[in-house]
């Protein structure tokens, strides 16, 4: 943190900003922002737990910052609001609904030490999901006036690259809105990635960029993956009471110490989470009751298996996040990275 303040007092001087609509054009204007006639010191790509506590901390030490932040809708057309993976797909709300499950824990505990609860209880998902939503957004919302406190301008478009210091947008009216600064930085994160060679993958999949959004239970569910999301889920999932299977092609938790992982698995098993070891899944298709039928192939026997459930999650590795194409490669020459 302390680099970091003194990198920033170290940036260049204050310039007026400006929303443009430039005779010229884009690039007109881009040879005027590398002229030095720039808008912000510092302009962050990306609203996330990293961008946020860089525009705070910089607008603190008293550069003048923006914030430009757009959530591309999942697959599934799923959107949230600022504050990037962790408030609106992560750690917040994976951690109210492993609360959920820790509730209903206690109450399965709770006649043992005398409390007569009537065995068992439902679990309303519904309720659960709008108030887990409900804070997500206080959230969303809380994180717009700590910027506006602090008075960094927050762009709800997506970014692409000019030059080294300029990027341009186009806002919901259809406006297009180009930026400068001295200094940008890309912290854009993210998304969970789908196996696009899986045959019906996207059609009939989610990833936890959905679970988290759904107003319905997602039933009995399969969940492809054994990284740490993978588990988080699952386990929530079937805290919760639901029928939930982790398929997974090889160890569970790559990387991480594995006796540890295998003590996590054992814990999982123990409390009602189904494990398909060994298998990957080859197709997904929906059957006319609208259940999803999975097809696997086990590596162990070599034999091919099919299974039901009424979602596939998946949780498998995550790609670096797309959501800033560039029309500037780093040399100069002209790039496209989608």
Request: proline content about 4%.
């Amino acid at each position: 943190m302390a680099a970091m303040a003194v990198a920033l007092r170290g940036l260049g001087g204050r310039f007026r900003w400006r929303t443009q609509a430039v005779a010229g054009g884009v690039r007109g204007a881009a040879r005027g922002a590398a002229a030095g006639q720039r808008d912000y010191d510092l302009l962050v790509v990306g609203g996330g737990s990293g961008g946020l506590a860089c525009a705070k901390e910089a607008a603190q030490l008293g550069r003048k910052v923006a914030v430009v932040d757009y959530v591309e809708p999942s697959p599934q057309g799923t959107r949230w609001g600022l504050g990037g993976t962790c408030v609106n797909v992560g750690c917040i709300p994976k951690k109210l609904m492993h609360q959920a499950a820790l509730l209903g824990g206690l109450i399965q505990d709770a006649p043992n030490y005398g409390w007569e609860v009537a065995q068992p209880v439902p679990h309303d998902w519904r309720k659960m999901a709008e108030a887990v939503q409900n804070h997500v957004k206080s959230l969303n919302w809380g994180h717009r006036v700590q910027l506006q406190d602090r008075k960094v301008k927050y762009f709800n478009i997506k970014a692409s690259f000019v030059d080294e210091h300029t990027v341009c947008g186009v806002a919901k009216g259809g406006k297009e809105i180009l930026l400068s600064a001295d200094h940008i930085i890309i912290a854009t994160g993210g998304r969970p990635r789908y196996p696009t060679h899986i045959e019906g993958a996207l059609e009939y999949g989610i990833t936890s960029d959905d679970i988290f959004w759904l107003k319905e239970s997602p039933g009995k569910t399969l969940v492809v993956g054994a990284s740490y999301v993978a588990l988080e889920c699952a386990g929530f999932l079937t805290g919760i009471g639901l029928d939930t299977t982790i398929m997974m092609r090889s160890i569970p938790l790559r990387g991480f110490d594995q006796q540890m992982s295998s003590m996590v698995i054992e814990h999982m098993a123990s409390h009602g989470t189904r494990f398909l070891r060994g298998c990957a899944p080859s197709r997904v298709r929906r059957l006319p009751d609208g259940q999803l039928q999975v097809t696997w192939e086990d590596s162990t026997t070599g034999k091919e298996d099919t299974g039901t459930f009424d979602t596939v999650l998946w949780a498998i590795a995550p790609c670096i996040s797309a959501c800033l194409p560039t029309t500037v490669g780093h040399a100069g020459k002209n790039q496209r990275r989608d």
